[in-house]
């Protein structure tokens, strides 16, 4: 288990796991995506150059919009991807409510770091189709690991 | 085929112990008829941003047994919901669904099985291998008037691991409790074993 810290909110969770049931799909998943050159995580930075205090709302959003539009907007008819996407969509739904139980004492501050990075993120984001965006960011998720490893 | 609809399972329960889920049901009986199952889940995320989404078991879509093991769809310390149909030929039943969600951190911690010997002046111990989500804490010390315990954490089972190297005289002795981190709770320890090694105690 890994400990996140993100300003004063302090989270444990499995990043290994996570990691090696995304690794089982990723060759597929990027494989769909049709829009190589257009990135929509790597281009905002990375958690890590971001204000400590900020990281735990940054990750809150970032979160949201994997369980909100991204494995809901994935389509497969495959079993173990289908699988493997329930896994991580309901191990981030654990993360989340361990950063909401944060936001609720006030651990979570948004600033406008954090604010400007995550509507950089979003507008990259919207301007894929829904499952083409879904395909591109469930894609870039190592980078989403990889910022939350910083975080250790 | 009198045209009856298949009847669902009943019974629907789950019987966890150590991280292994078992999902089982009461048998469809048809005479002279080999009744298959289909066993589904749904993870919170599911129910929640996707509650028409169910997925296929790994190990049970279909399946022969009244029973599942569940323990590789289970991967997420949140509720699950489980359902199950039969199916004969080309016919399936309805869904019958688990009443209660499943979640995994109700499954029972026991006691690991352990084998403590000793291998010479070493003092040794092999757990029970009980998978990758399980640690152990080892705890020992020479039982003799001023009793001092060591403690030592083990990250598997299935491997004989050295404590201490024992001085004749006194009983060494061993107890040991699982610990699961996923899901943040622990087993009771387990019986302390001693072994002792035979001898006189060695002048200071």
Redesign the interface.
């Given at each position: 288990l890994q400990t996140l810290h993100l300003g004063s909110c302090v989270i444990i969770t499995n990043l290994q796991k996570i990691q090696s049931e995304f690794s089982e799909i990723r060759d597929s998943v990027q494989a769909n995506d049709q829009n190589i050159d257009f990135r929509v995580l790597r281009n905002a930075g990375s958690l890590q150059d971001t204000e400590p205090s900020d990281r735990c709302c940054l990750l809150r959003h970032l979160l949201g919009l994997y369980l909100d539009r991204v494995f809901r907007n994935y389509q497969t008819s495959d079993h173990h991807t289908l699988r493997k996407i329930s896994s991580l969509a309901n191990s981030f739904l654990t993360i989340k409510k361990d950063l909401q139980l944060c936001h609720t004492y006030t651990t979570c501050h948004c600033g406008e770091e954090a604010t400007e990075k995550y509507r950089q993120i979003l507008s990259h984001f919207e301007q894929l189709e829904p499952q083409a965006a879904a395909v591109k960011v469930l894609g870039e998720l190592d980078i989403l690991l990889r910022w939350m490893k910083e975080t250790e | 085929d009198g045209g009856e609809a298949l009847p669902a399972p009943q019974n629907l329960s789950v019987h966890s112990a150590n991280m292994k889920h078992l999902l089982m049901w009461s048998p469809v009986v048809l005479p002279r008829e080999t009744v298959y199952y289909s066993v589904e889940?749904q993870?919170?995320?599911?129910s929640?941003?996707?509650s028409h989404?169910w997925?296929?078991s790994?190990w049970c879509?279909p399946i022969e047994d009244a029973e599942c093991d569940v323990s590789d769809?289970i991967?997420?310390?949140?509720p699950y919901n489980l359902r199950v149909r039969a199916i004969l030929g080309s016919q399936t039943s309805a869904w019958s669904i688990l009443e209660q969600p499943f979640n995994r951190n109700s499954t029972i911690l026991t006691p690991p099985g352990m084998e403590v010997s000793r291998n010479g002046f070493h003092l040794v111990i092999e757990l029970e291998d009980l998978g990758p989500q399980f640690e152990f804490l080892v705890v020992y010390w020479r039982r003799e008037l001023d009793t001092k315990e060591h403690a030592k954490v083990l990250r598997r089972g299935g491997i004989p691991v050295h404590l201490e190297t024992m001085e004749p005289g006194a009983p060494y002795c061993v107890k040991a409790q699982a610990q699961v981190?996923?899901i943040g709770r622990n087993s009771a320890f387990s019986q302390a074993e001693c072994v002792e090694v035979q001898g006189e105690a060695l002048p200071l």
């Amino acid at each position: 288990l890994q400990t996140l810290h993100l300003g004063s909110c302090v989270i444990i969770t499995n990043l290994q796991k996570i990691q090696s049931e995304f690794s089982e799909i990723r060759d597929s998943v990027q494989a769909n995506d049709q829009n190589i050159d257009f990135r929509v995580l790597r281009n905002a930075g990375s958690l890590q150059d971001t204000e400590p205090s900020d990281r735990c709302c940054l990750l809150r959003h970032l979160l949201g919009l994997y369980l909100d539009r991204v494995f809901r907007n994935y389509q497969t008819s495959d079993h173990h991807t289908l699988r493997k996407i329930s896994s991580l969509a309901n191990s981030f739904l654990t993360i989340k409510k361990d950063l909401q139980l944060c936001h609720t004492y006030t651990t979570c501050h948004c600033g406008e770091e954090a604010t400007e990075k995550y509507r950089q993120i979003l507008s990259h984001f919207e301007q894929l189709e829904p499952q083409a965006a879904a395909v591109k960011v469930l894609g870039e998720l190592d980078i989403l690991l990889r910022w939350m490893k910083e975080t250790e | 085929d009198g045209g009856e609809a298949l009847p669902a399972p009943q019974n629907l329960s789950v019987h966890s112990a150590n991280m292994k889920h078992l999902l089982m049901w009461s048998p469809v009986v048809l005479p002279r008829e080999t009744v298959y199952y289909s066993v589904e889940y749904q993870g919170e995320y599911e129910s929640l941003y996707t509650s028409h989404i169910w997925i296929p078991s790994k190990w049970c879509s279909p399946i022969e047994d009244a029973e599942c093991d569940v323990s590789d769809d289970i991967t997420a310390t949140v509720p699950y919901n489980l359902r199950v149909r039969a199916i004969l030929g080309s016919q399936t039943s309805a869904w019958s669904i688990l009443e209660q969600p499943f979640n995994r951190n109700s499954t029972i911690l026991t006691p690991p099985g352990m084998e403590v010997s000793r291998n010479g002046f070493h003092l040794v111990i092999e757990l029970e291998d009980l998978g990758p989500q399980f640690e152990f804490l080892v705890v020992y010390w020479r039982r003799e008037l001023d009793t001092k315990e060591h403690a030592k954490v083990l990250r598997r089972g299935g491997i004989p691991v050295h404590l201490e190297t024992m001085e004749p005289g006194a009983p060494y002795c061993v107890k040991a409790q699982a610990q699961v981190k996923a899901i943040g709770r622990n087993s009771a320890f387990s019986q302390a074993e001693c072994v002792e090694v035979q001898g006189e105690a060695l002048p200071l």
